[in-house]
């Protein structure tokens, strides 16, 4: 099993930055792919980011591309999600979330943590 716990959330303006963490710990030798999703109150969660777990490769949803990083360091566990030039409508409860080599789904998930743009 994964468990994940994610920090660095709070309130930021908008065009500001924020980087979160996602601390993994467990059978991380299973682990094929780290993601970012986002929920927004009334909204459903939807997709952020997604990196593979080792490689390097990654992929992004189109309201984040040039604006979000995700990176995962395999040394430290810690799969990060740099956010700059934030909106209002980044506003969300962020939670990390991986998937083993076995899952068609992503399995495991943070508590998640909020993130609030607003002057």
């Known amino acids: 099993q994964v468990q994940l716990v994610e920090s660095g959330g709070g309130l930021v303006q908008p065009g500001g930055s924020l980087t979160l963490s996602c601390k993994v710990s467990g059978a991380t030798n299973t682990i094929y792919y780290s993601g970012w999703f986002r929920q927004a109150p009334g909204k459903e969660r939807e997709f952020v980011a997604t990196s593979k777990w080792v490689g390097g490769s990654t992929a992004y949803a189109d309201p984040v591309k040039g604006r979000f990083t995700v990176s995962v360091d395999n040394a430290k566990n810690i799969v990060y999600l740099q956010m700059r030039n934030l909106l209002p409508d980044d506003t969300a409860v962020y939670y990390c979330?991986?998937?083993?080599?076995?899952?068609?789904?992503?399995?495991?998930w943070g508590q998640g943590i909020q993130v609030t743009v607003s002057s």
């Open positions: 979330a991986t998937r083993t080599v076995l899952e068609y789904e992503y399995g495991s």
